[in-house]
Every structure is written in structure tokens, then in C-alpha cells.
């Protein structure tokens, strides 16, 4: 299957389109490889496109005002979209960095022809509303998780979700993304490990 036609399926997948309202996107795709540690956007920065991901996996964090630590909100892998959400919508600069900890392949398209396409077809005018809830659901699965779940379950989702994730990407970047500290990272690990 070539990469079109994985993201065609996966656009089915997930909002029900049609090969047909897919067709209208086909001259607006692009390809683009990125290294590791290149950006996808940057603070400051305005979210020009939205991806799919095609290999690799990136991140989305930002950097502490006071202490200048970096602290992960948001992994972005394989068959998944990636968007800095709030700047594409809105097209305005972002607040935080979105970059590749692997080498990584993505096909984008960018915000007007994305939005040329929610006024051609309801299909992509659904799609567009199932990434306005994914984004939001995402968004506040992620402050509830630090409300009401443990670690160790937050560790689990984090698997379930991106489950190549420990091949690709240092354990201090998971840690950070579960607002752990390594050592109690490698302790769920043992734990999870033993069962």
C-alpha cells in the first residue's frame, strides 16, 4: 500500500470518507521528510498545516518560563494526525514546539486548501469537526489524566496509544510526558513488566 492510499484509509477510518471526497484532496497532499529534532512549528510560530504521519514520532512541549526545563505535553506517531491545533485554527503564532524525535515522513496539506475543502464536500467538513473533537478530547484527557489517574495508568494509556513508542524515544521524553521523574518511570516499567 503506498502512503495516498494509507492515508486514504485511514481518513475511512476515521471519519468515514469516502474515496470519492477523498479524491478532491489529492492535489493538495505533500510529502515531507524530517530529521531528528527538526521542527514541525515552532513558538511563536503560526501552524501552516496539518499532517498525517506517516513513520516516526514527534513530540510537543514547551519550555518552562522560570527554569527553563522542557516538559512534554503531546506525542504524535505513526497513522496519527499531527496539528498544533489551536495555531491552525486560528492562524495564530503558537505557543509552544512541535519537533521529530525520529526520523520522520508526514503528508501535510495546508490550511487553505484544507479549508477549500470543508466548503466542497460535507465528508471533509466532518473530517474537519472529528479533528476539532479528537483535538479537544485529547486536550482534556490529558489535564484529566493528571486529575484523577495514577501514573502507572497514565503510563498505560500512553502504550495503548503510541505503542512503538519505547523503540524510538528516550525514557526522560516519556517520563516528562507522564510528569514523572525516570526513576518512578522505571519503577511502573518493573512493575508492568512483572505482571
Known amino acids: 500500500m503506498n502512503k495516498i492510499e494509507l492515508l486514504a484509509q485511514a481518513l475511512h477510518t476515521f471519519s468515514g470518507m469516502n474515496q470519492d471526497a477523498f479524491d ?15 521542527f514541525y512549528n515552532e513558538y511563536k510560530n503560526v501552524c501552516r498545516h496539518l499532517g ?27 497513522n496519527q494526525i499531527i496539528v498544533s491545533y489551536k495555531s491552525f485554527i486560528n492562524q495564530a503564532p503558537c505557543n509552544y514546539y512541535t519537533a521529530s524525535l525520529t526520523n520522520s515522513i508526514i503528508l501535510y496539506i495546508g490550511y487553505d486548501q484544507l479549508m ?12 474537519g469537526r472529528f479533528v476539532a473533537e479528537s ?10 489524566d493528571f486529575m ?48
Open 24 to 38: 478532491l484532496s489529492l492535489p493538495f497532499w505533500q510529502e515531507r521528510s524530517y530529521d531528528k529534532g527538526e
Open 52 to 78: 498525517f504521519v506517516i513513520d516516526g514520532v514527534f513530540r510537543t512541549y514547551y519550555i518552562h518560563s522560570d527554569t527553563g526545563e522542557e516538559k512534554n505535553a503531546f506525542f504524535f506517531s505513526k
Open 116 to 127: 477549500h475543502l470543508y466548503s466542497q464536500s460535507h465528508q471533509w467538513e466532518r473530517f
Open 135 to 144: 483535538a479537544f478530547n485529547t486536550s482534556m484527557g490529558r489535564a484529566e
Open 148 to 195: 484523577f489517574r495514577t501514573p502507572e495508568q497514565r503510563y498505560q494509556d500512553m502504550v495503548e496509544m503510541h505503542p512503538d513508542i519505547f523503540n524510538n524515544v528516550p525514557l526522560y521524553h516519556i517520563a516528562s510526558y507522564l510528569g514523572i521523574q525516570g526513576p518512578s518511570l522505571s519503577r511502573i516499567r518493573k512493575r508492568m513488566a512483572q505482571r
